[in-house]
Protein backbone atom coordinates (compact mmCIF):
# COMPACT_ATOMS: atom_id res chain seq x y z
CA UNK A 1 0.00 0.00 0.00
CA UNK A 2 1.02 3.60 0.24
CA UNK A 3 0.87 5.48 3.17
CA UNK A 4 -0.84 3.17 5.58
CA UNK A 5 0.05 -0.13 5.67
CA UNK A 6 2.12 -2.19 7.97
CA UNK A 7 6.70 -2.51 6.69
CA UNK A 8 7.98 -5.55 5.39
CA UNK A 9 10.31 -5.21 8.53
CA UNK A 10 8.05 -7.68 9.93
CA UNK A 11 9.67 -10.18 11.85
CA UNK A 12 7.60 -12.73 11.09
CA UNK A 13 8.28 -12.85 7.23
CA UNK A 14 10.63 -10.38 6.07
CA UNK A 15 10.19 -9.79 2.29
CA UNK A 16 13.75 -9.02 0.30
CA UNK A 17 14.37 -5.84 -0.70
CA UNK A 18 15.23 -5.19 -3.70
CA UNK A 19 15.72 -0.97 -3.97
CA UNK A 20 19.27 -0.77 -3.91
CA UNK A 21 19.86 -3.27 -6.72
CA UNK A 22 17.34 -2.07 -8.99
CA UNK A 23 17.90 1.51 -8.03
CA UNK A 24 18.92 4.24 -10.79
CA UNK A 25 20.12 7.72 -10.43
CA UNK A 26 17.95 9.15 -13.61
CA UNK A 27 20.02 11.24 -16.23
CA UNK A 28 19.28 15.21 -16.77
CA UNK A 29 19.06 16.64 -19.63
CA UNK A 30 18.20 20.51 -20.25
CA UNK A 31 15.78 21.15 -22.98
CA UNK A 32 12.44 22.53 -24.01
CA UNK A 33 12.97 26.41 -24.06
CA UNK A 34 10.50 26.48 -21.00
CA UNK A 35 13.18 27.64 -18.71
CA UNK A 36 12.80 24.62 -16.83
CA UNK A 37 15.21 21.92 -16.15
CA UNK A 38 13.81 18.67 -18.29
CA UNK A 39 15.29 15.49 -16.29
CA UNK A 40 15.22 12.31 -18.47
CA UNK A 41 13.59 9.73 -16.51
CA UNK A 42 15.74 6.65 -16.58
CA UNK A 43 14.60 4.64 -13.34
CA UNK A 44 14.90 1.14 -13.44
CA UNK A 45 12.66 -0.55 -10.73
CA UNK A 46 11.88 -4.37 -11.13
CA UNK A 47 8.41 -5.34 -12.40
CA UNK A 48 6.97 -8.69 -11.51
CA UNK A 49 5.34 -11.19 -13.68
CA UNK A 50 2.28 -10.32 -12.93
CA UNK A 51 -0.38 -7.98 -13.94
CA UNK A 52 -1.08 -7.35 -10.10
CA UNK A 53 -0.65 -8.96 -7.00
CA UNK A 54 -2.11 -12.67 -6.38
CA UNK A 55 -3.73 -11.24 -2.99
CA UNK A 56 -5.88 -8.29 -5.07
CA UNK A 57 -9.11 -8.84 -7.56
CA UNK A 58 -10.95 -11.91 -7.56
CA UNK A 59 -8.46 -14.87 -7.38
CA UNK A 60 -9.31 -17.48 -4.44
CA UNK A 61 -6.11 -15.78 -2.76
CA UNK A 62 -7.89 -12.67 -2.57
CA UNK A 63 -11.35 -14.19 -1.48
CA UNK A 64 -9.82 -16.24 1.06
CA UNK A 65 -8.31 -12.97 2.67
CA UNK A 66 -11.67 -11.44 2.37
CA UNK A 67 -13.28 -14.05 4.24
CA UNK A 68 -10.68 -13.62 7.11
CA UNK A 69 -10.93 -10.06 7.29
CA UNK A 70 -15.23 -9.97 7.17
CA UNK A 71 -15.05 -12.43 10.54
CA UNK A 72 -15.43 -9.33 13.03
CA UNK A 73 -13.05 -10.45 15.88
CA UNK A 74 -10.53 -11.55 13.83
CA UNK A 75 -10.72 -8.07 11.70
CA UNK A 76 -10.54 -6.32 15.04
CA UNK A 77 -7.34 -8.19 16.21
CA UNK A 78 -6.01 -7.30 12.77
CA UNK A 79 -6.24 -3.67 12.34
CA UNK A 80 -4.72 -3.78 16.28
CA UNK A 81 -2.46 -5.72 15.11
CA UNK A 82 -1.55 -3.54 11.76
CA UNK A 83 -1.53 -0.14 13.84
CA UNK A 84 0.71 -1.80 16.44
CA UNK A 85 3.21 -2.86 13.83
CA UNK A 86 3.41 0.39 12.12
CA UNK A 87 4.06 2.72 15.29
CA UNK A 88 6.76 0.41 16.53
CA UNK A 89 8.35 -0.03 13.13
CA UNK A 90 8.13 3.91 12.20
CA UNK A 91 9.93 4.51 15.57
CA UNK A 92 12.47 1.66 14.99
CA UNK A 93 13.35 3.42 11.73
CA UNK A 94 13.95 6.80 14.13
CA UNK A 95 10.41 8.47 12.80
CA UNK A 96 8.68 9.55 16.37
CA UNK A 97 5.67 8.81 15.36
CA UNK A 98 3.74 9.12 19.01
CA UNK A 99 6.08 11.93 19.95
CA UNK A 100 4.93 13.61 16.53
CA UNK A 101 0.91 12.99 17.34
CA UNK A 102 1.40 14.35 20.28
CA UNK A 103 2.63 17.61 19.38
CA UNK A 104 0.05 18.07 16.80
CA UNK A 105 -2.65 17.03 19.32
CA UNK A 106 -1.84 19.48 22.46
CA UNK A 107 -1.13 22.06 19.80
CA UNK A 108 -3.67 24.76 18.63
CA UNK A 109 -4.43 22.80 15.81
CA UNK A 110 -7.82 23.14 16.92
CA UNK A 111 -8.08 26.91 16.13
CA UNK A 112 -8.06 25.81 12.41
CA UNK A 113 -10.60 23.65 11.75
CA UNK A 114 -13.48 26.43 11.57
CA UNK A 115 -11.79 28.51 9.21
CA UNK A 116 -11.47 25.48 6.89
CA UNK A 117 -14.49 23.21 7.36
CA UNK A 118 -16.89 23.82 4.82
CA UNK A 119 -20.25 23.10 6.85
CA UNK A 120 -22.13 22.01 3.63
CA UNK A 121 -20.38 19.70 1.91
CA UNK A 122 -21.51 16.42 1.98
CA UNK A 123 -19.19 13.40 2.38
CA UNK A 124 -19.43 10.25 -0.11
CA UNK A 125 -20.54 7.36 1.41
CA UNK A 126 -17.10 5.72 1.27
CA UNK A 127 -15.51 8.04 3.15
CA UNK A 128 -17.54 7.54 6.12
CA UNK A 129 -16.87 4.14 7.14
CA UNK A 130 -14.19 2.83 9.57
CA UNK A 131 -10.40 3.39 7.35
CA UNK A 132 -7.03 2.58 8.24
CA UNK A 133 -8.01 1.25 11.74
CA UNK A 134 -9.25 4.53 12.97
CA UNK A 135 -13.62 4.21 13.60
CA UNK A 136 -14.31 7.53 12.29
CA UNK A 137 -11.61 6.98 9.55
CA UNK A 138 -10.15 10.07 7.98
CA UNK A 139 -12.87 12.27 9.67
CA UNK A 140 -10.77 12.02 13.23
CA UNK A 141 -8.35 14.75 15.25
CA UNK A 142 -5.99 10.95 15.78
CA UNK A 143 -5.86 10.28 11.99
CA UNK A 144 -5.01 13.80 11.24
CA UNK A 145 -2.27 14.16 13.94
CA UNK A 146 -0.92 10.73 12.74
CA UNK A 147 -0.89 11.34 9.23
CA UNK A 148 2.66 13.05 8.69
CA UNK A 149 4.34 10.29 10.79
CA UNK A 150 2.39 7.76 8.13
CA UNK A 151 3.76 9.48 5.19
CA UNK A 152 6.94 9.19 6.60
CA UNK A 153 6.68 5.74 7.06
CA UNK A 154 5.46 4.92 3.32
CA UNK A 155 8.57 6.92 2.38
CA UNK A 156 11.10 4.50 3.99
CA UNK A 157 9.21 1.55 3.69
CA UNK A 158 9.47 2.03 -0.31
CA UNK A 159 12.90 2.72 -0.07
CA UNK A 160 13.79 0.27 2.94
CA UNK A 161 17.92 0.69 1.81
CA UNK A 162 17.86 4.52 2.18
CA UNK A 163 20.09 5.53 4.60
CA UNK A 164 17.74 8.28 5.95
CA UNK A 165 14.59 9.28 5.65
CA UNK A 166 15.23 12.58 3.85
CA UNK A 167 17.23 10.39 1.14
CA UNK A 168 14.11 8.02 0.69
CA UNK A 169 12.00 10.87 -0.05
CA UNK A 170 14.61 12.38 -2.30
CA UNK A 171 14.09 9.26 -4.26
CA UNK A 172 9.90 8.76 -3.94
CA UNK A 173 9.36 12.64 -4.61
CA UNK A 174 11.75 13.47 -6.19
CA UNK A 175 11.30 10.95 -9.02
CA UNK A 176 7.50 11.50 -8.99
CA UNK A 177 8.16 15.55 -9.63
CA UNK A 178 10.87 14.69 -12.27
CA UNK A 179 8.03 12.39 -14.17
CA UNK A 180 5.80 15.12 -13.54
CA UNK A 181 7.68 17.81 -15.06
CA UNK A 182 9.00 15.68 -17.96
CA UNK A 183 5.48 14.69 -19.25
CA UNK A 184 4.64 18.65 -18.90
CA UNK A 185 7.52 19.68 -20.57
CA UNK A 186 6.86 17.05 -22.90
CA UNK A 187 2.93 17.32 -24.17
CA UNK A 188 2.08 21.03 -22.75
CA UNK A 189 2.91 22.71 -26.14
CA UNK A 190 5.19 24.89 -23.78
CA UNK A 191 3.02 26.09 -21.76
CA UNK A 192 3.88 27.14 -17.85
CA UNK A 193 2.95 25.31 -14.71
CA UNK A 194 0.76 28.26 -13.36
CA UNK A 195 -2.02 26.76 -11.28
CA UNK A 196 -1.95 23.68 -9.61
CA UNK A 197 -4.69 21.59 -7.98
CA UNK A 198 -3.35 18.47 -5.45
CA UNK A 199 -6.56 16.48 -4.62
CA UNK A 200 -6.34 14.52 -1.18
CA UNK A 201 -3.53 16.99 -0.22
CA UNK A 202 -4.26 15.14 3.69
CA UNK A 203 -2.01 16.95 5.92
CA UNK A 204 -0.04 18.88 2.92
CA UNK A 205 2.70 16.94 2.08
CA UNK A 206 2.65 16.18 -1.29
CA UNK A 207 1.47 19.75 -1.82
CA UNK A 208 4.63 21.63 0.00
CA UNK A 209 6.66 19.24 -2.34
CA UNK A 210 4.51 20.73 -5.51
CA UNK A 211 4.96 24.94 -4.25
CA UNK A 212 8.76 24.10 -3.50
CA UNK A 213 8.91 22.43 -6.95
CA UNK A 214 6.94 24.93 -9.24
CA UNK A 215 7.45 28.11 -6.53
CA UNK A 216 5.56 29.90 -9.08
CA UNK A 217 2.62 28.85 -9.36
CA UNK A 218 -0.76 29.14 -7.60
CA UNK A 219 -1.04 25.40 -5.65
CA UNK A 220 -4.17 24.59 -4.22
CA UNK A 221 -4.40 21.88 -2.04
CA UNK A 222 -7.92 19.74 -1.57
CA UNK A 223 -9.31 17.27 0.78
CA UNK A 224 -12.30 15.84 2.53
CA UNK A 225 -10.65 15.58 5.49
CA UNK A 226 -11.13 18.77 7.18
CA UNK A 227 -9.24 18.10 10.19
CA UNK A 228 -6.36 16.91 7.63
CA UNK A 229 -6.27 20.17 5.88
CA UNK A 230 -6.48 21.94 10.11
CA UNK A 231 -2.89 20.18 10.43
CA UNK A 232 -1.87 21.14 6.82
CA UNK A 233 -2.76 25.15 7.66
CA UNK A 234 -1.20 24.58 10.67
CA UNK A 235 1.97 23.82 9.98
CA UNK A 236 2.43 26.02 6.85
CA UNK A 237 1.83 28.57 9.05
CA UNK A 238 5.28 27.77 11.15
CA UNK A 239 6.78 27.59 8.33
CA UNK A 240 8.87 30.78 6.82
CA UNK A 241 6.05 32.18 4.05
CA UNK A 242 6.22 30.80 0.63
CA UNK A 243 5.84 33.97 -2.33
CA UNK A 244 2.85 32.06 -3.17
CA UNK A 245 1.00 31.05 0.28
CA UNK A 246 -0.53 27.30 -0.64
CA UNK A 247 -4.55 27.55 -0.65
CA UNK A 248 -7.00 25.14 1.29
CA UNK A 249 -9.98 23.83 -0.29
CA UNK A 250 -12.39 21.38 1.98
CA UNK A 251 -13.81 19.91 -0.79
CA UNK A 252 -14.31 16.72 -3.06
CA UNK A 253 -12.50 15.99 -5.30
CA UNK A 254 -15.00 13.93 -7.50
CA UNK A 255 -17.24 17.54 -7.62
CA UNK A 256 -14.98 20.22 -6.39
CA UNK A 257 -17.06 23.04 -7.40
CA UNK A 258 -14.36 24.38 -9.18
CA UNK A 259 -13.73 26.66 -12.38
CA UNK A 260 -13.67 24.81 -15.34
CA UNK A 261 -9.89 24.98 -17.67
CA UNK A 262 -8.24 26.75 -14.41
CA UNK A 263 -5.20 24.47 -13.54
CA UNK A 264 -2.01 23.18 -15.75
CA UNK A 265 -1.45 20.47 -13.35
CA UNK A 266 -3.73 18.07 -11.20
CA UNK A 267 -2.30 15.60 -9.04
CA UNK A 268 -3.33 12.79 -6.66
CA UNK A 269 -0.53 11.36 -4.85
CA UNK A 270 -1.59 8.06 -2.78
CA UNK A 271 -5.37 8.71 -2.95
CA UNK A 272 -6.40 6.48 -5.58
CA UNK A 273 -5.81 3.49 -3.48
CA UNK A 274 -8.29 4.32 -1.17
CA UNK A 275 -10.78 5.09 -3.23
CA UNK A 276 -13.93 3.14 -4.73
CA UNK A 277 -14.09 2.29 -8.05
CA UNK A 278 -16.71 5.29 -8.83
CA UNK A 279 -14.74 7.29 -6.74
CA UNK A 280 -11.40 6.72 -9.00
CA UNK A 281 -13.59 7.29 -12.19
CA UNK A 282 -14.97 10.41 -10.98
CA UNK A 283 -12.12 12.03 -9.64
CA UNK A 284 -10.04 11.37 -12.76
CA UNK A 285 -13.10 13.19 -14.74
CA UNK A 286 -13.38 15.57 -12.70
CA UNK A 287 -9.06 16.46 -12.96
CA UNK A 288 -10.13 15.99 -16.61
CA UNK A 289 -12.99 18.84 -16.64
CA UNK A 290 -10.89 21.37 -13.94
CA UNK A 291 -7.60 21.02 -16.47
CA UNK A 292 -6.91 23.63 -19.37
CA UNK A 293 -5.89 22.18 -22.43
CA UNK A 294 -2.62 20.81 -22.46
CA UNK A 295 -2.90 20.73 -19.10
CA UNK A 296 -1.42 17.11 -17.17
CA UNK A 297 -2.40 15.13 -14.62
CA UNK A 298 -0.32 12.52 -12.21
CA UNK A 299 -1.51 10.22 -10.27
CA UNK A 300 0.84 8.49 -8.55
CA UNK A 301 0.26 5.34 -5.83
CA UNK A 302 0.71 1.48 -5.38
CA UNK A 303 1.52 -0.24 -8.75
CA UNK A 304 -0.09 -3.64 -9.53
CA UNK A 305 3.30 -4.47 -11.15
CA UNK A 306 5.69 -3.85 -8.89
CA UNK A 307 7.68 -6.77 -8.17
CA UNK A 308 7.54 -6.22 -4.23
CA UNK A 309 4.15 -5.80 -3.81
CA UNK A 310 3.25 -8.69 -6.02
CA UNK A 311 5.81 -10.79 -3.65
CA UNK A 312 4.84 -9.41 -0.51
CA UNK A 313 4.18 -12.34 2.08
CA UNK A 314 0.60 -13.56 3.15
CA UNK A 315 0.66 -12.71 6.67
CA UNK A 316 1.43 -8.81 5.28
CA UNK A 317 -1.15 -8.75 2.64
CA UNK A 318 -3.92 -9.89 5.20
CA UNK A 319 -2.76 -7.24 7.41
CA UNK A 320 -2.42 -4.54 4.93
CA UNK A 321 -5.84 -5.38 3.37
CA UNK A 322 -7.66 -5.39 6.70
CA UNK A 323 -7.32 -1.53 6.92
CA UNK A 324 -7.80 -0.64 3.52
CA UNK A 325 -11.38 -1.66 1.91
CA UNK A 326 -10.94 -0.62 -1.55
CA UNK A 327 -7.46 -2.07 -1.97
CA UNK A 328 -8.99 -4.51 -4.79
CA UNK A 329 -11.10 -2.42 -6.45
CA UNK A 330 -8.22 0.24 -6.88
CA UNK A 331 -6.18 -3.29 -8.39
CA UNK A 332 -8.78 -4.38 -10.73
CA UNK A 333 -9.41 -0.53 -12.35
CA UNK A 334 -7.05 -0.11 -15.65
CA UNK A 335 -5.80 3.68 -15.06
CA UNK A 336 -4.86 3.76 -18.46
CA UNK A 337 -8.43 2.88 -19.89
CA UNK A 338 -10.15 5.30 -17.20
CA UNK A 339 -8.10 8.23 -18.54
CA UNK A 340 -8.21 7.91 -21.98
CA UNK A 341 -12.20 7.09 -21.73
CA UNK A 342 -12.43 10.78 -20.11
CA UNK A 343 -10.59 11.92 -22.80
CA UNK A 344 -6.62 12.05 -21.86
CA UNK A 345 -3.92 11.27 -24.58
CA UNK A 346 -0.12 10.72 -23.45
CA UNK A 347 -0.90 8.20 -21.10
CA UNK A 348 2.09 7.55 -19.70
CA UNK A 349 2.95 5.15 -16.58
CA UNK A 350 6.56 4.57 -14.99
CA UNK A 351 7.54 3.02 -11.71
CA UNK A 352 8.88 5.80 -10.24
CA UNK A 353 9.96 3.93 -6.91
CA UNK A 354 10.28 0.30 -6.04
CA UNK A 355 6.14 0.08 -5.53
CA UNK A 356 4.99 3.16 -6.78
CA UNK A 357 3.56 3.82 -10.14
CA UNK A 358 3.35 7.57 -11.71
CA UNK A 359 0.54 7.69 -14.69
CA UNK A 360 0.76 10.88 -16.59
CA UNK A 361 -1.81 12.02 -19.24
CA UNK A 362 -2.47 15.55 -21.39
CA UNK A 363 -5.89 17.07 -21.80
CA UNK A 364 -5.73 17.36 -25.77
CA UNK A 365 -5.51 20.93 -27.09
C1 LIG B 1 -2.94 8.93 1.60
S1 LIG B 1 -3.65 10.45 1.67
C2 LIG B 1 -2.78 11.47 0.51
C3 LIG B 1 -1.40 11.85 0.88
C4 LIG B 1 -0.81 13.06 0.22
N1 LIG B 1 -1.35 13.34 -1.09
C5 LIG B 1 0.68 12.90 0.15
O1 LIG B 1 1.18 12.53 -0.92
O2 LIG B 1 1.35 13.11 1.16
C6 LIG B 1 -5.16 10.24 0.79
C7 LIG B 1 -6.05 11.44 0.96
O3 LIG B 1 -7.09 11.38 0.02
C8 LIG B 1 -8.20 12.03 0.60
N2 LIG B 1 -9.39 11.71 -0.18
C9 LIG B 1 -9.98 10.50 -0.35
N3 LIG B 1 -11.05 10.61 -1.16
C10 LIG B 1 -11.12 11.92 -1.52
C11 LIG B 1 -12.00 12.68 -2.36
N4 LIG B 1 -13.03 12.11 -2.99
N5 LIG B 1 -11.78 14.00 -2.46
C12 LIG B 1 -10.75 14.61 -1.83
N6 LIG B 1 -9.89 13.95 -1.05
C13 LIG B 1 -10.07 12.62 -0.90
C14 LIG B 1 -8.18 11.52 2.02
O4 LIG B 1 -8.93 12.36 2.87
C15 LIG B 1 -6.70 11.53 2.34
O5 LIG B 1 -6.32 12.73 2.92
Aim: net charge neutral; aromatic share 8%; hydrophobic share 40%.
Amino acid sequence: MALWAPTHNLPLSPVKSHARRTRRRPRSRRGYGTGMVAMAASYEYEEGQLERPKWAGQTPLSRLVRTIISFKPLYSLLKLGARNVLISTAEKKNIPWREMTKDILESDVYKELERIQNPSLVYPDYYLNPFHAYDEGNLSWLAAAEAEAATMSMARRAIPDASSLDEANEIIRGNWLQAIEQHHLQYSGNSTIRDILDVGCSVGVSTGYLADKFPSAKVTGLDLSPYFLAVAQFKEKKRSPRKNPIIWIHANGEDTGLLSNSFDLVSMAYVLHECPEKAIVNLVKEAFRVLRPGGTVALTDNSPKSKILQELSPVLFTLMKSTEPFLDEYYLNDLEATLREAGFVNVQTILTDPRHRTVTATVPH
